[in-house]
């Protein structure tokens, strides 16, 4: 499968636990995008990045929350000490250079206990 | 700052019926236009996308939307509903951000529930 991969599907975590989800971006994309799903609403966007470097991160909480997508490996979505309202479907996108269209994997559904 | 409004959250209708979901967004400038599809439980897929050119864009599984500028509308059409379309549809805007990438501003979705 060629696609956007991300793992876990599922993550449980207890409250104030670290949260780390991943995005293997499909093959020959350098460019990955986060996106929260809220319940009952749309997709928000969090974060873009390219290799090694955050674009636009205009979308990221202000704390507890990071990114990244080295050289080698997926791109990993950090959040930590984790609150109920954290609790969310992530989802990851990416396209390659000069694209518009964007790739979206499964998301990873993250609750906080 | 952009926005997209979808106007109907909750839409039911009966096997063989039309549909016709609307999406209006504010932007001034050139934007990209595009419908996903996520069905429960799995990630979202691309029904149809308008970047220029003819108004009226064909899709996957018979659906079709058309981009009225002055209207800053681009509604989702399928002339016959089945129950396999059961699904949330999200209407989506696109634009060129900072380092060559496209940021997309999500509507917040339709749940289309689909009768026998």
């Known amino acids: 499968n060629a696609g956007v991969m991300q793992n876990p599907r599922h993550l449980v975590r207890r409250r104030g636990q670290e949260a780390r989800l991943r995005c293997s971006p499909m093959?020959?994309?350098?460019?990955v995008y986060w996106y929260r799903q809220l319940p009952e609403e749309g997709l928000k966007f969090m974060v873009y990045?390219?290799?090694?470097?955050?674009?636009?991160e205009s979308g990221m909480p202000k704390e507890r929350f990071s990114a990244e997508f080295p050289k080698e490996g997926p791109s990993i979505l950090r959040i930590q000490q984790v609150v109920r309202g954290d609790s969310a479907a992530y989802f990851c996108?990416?396209?390659?250079?000069?694209?518009?269209?964007?790739?979206f994997g499964q998301g990873t559904r993250l609750t906080v206990v | 700052a952009q926005s997209v409004s979808q106007h109907n959250h909750h839409v039911i209708l009966s096997e063989a019926a039309s549909l016709e979901l609307g999406c209006n967004y504010s932007?001034?400038?050139?934007?990209?236009l595009f419908w996903y599809v996520q069905y429960p439980g799995q990630h979202l897929q691309l029904l149809l996308k308008?970047?220029?050119?003819?108004?009226l864009v064909k899709g996957i599984k018979g659906f079709e939307a058309e981009f009225i500028k002055s209207k800053f509308s681009f509604n989702l059409r399928k002339p016959s509903v089945q129950w396999s379309d059961t699904a949330e549809y999200f209407c989506?805007?696109?634009?060129?951000?900072?380092?060559?990438?496209?940021?997309?501003?999500f509507g917040t979705g339709t749940q289309l529930k689909v009768e026998l």
């Open positions: 996108a990416s396209s390659g250079t000069g694209k518009i269209e964007a790739f």
């Open positions: 093959k020959g994309h350098s460019h």
């Open positions: 990045l390219q290799k090694e470097n955050i674009i636009d």
């Open positions: 932007y001034g400038g050139t934007v990209n």
């Open positions: 308008y970047f220029s050119g003819d108004p």
């Open positions: 989506a805007v696109n634009r060129e951000i900072t380092g060559g990438g496209n940021k997309l501003t």
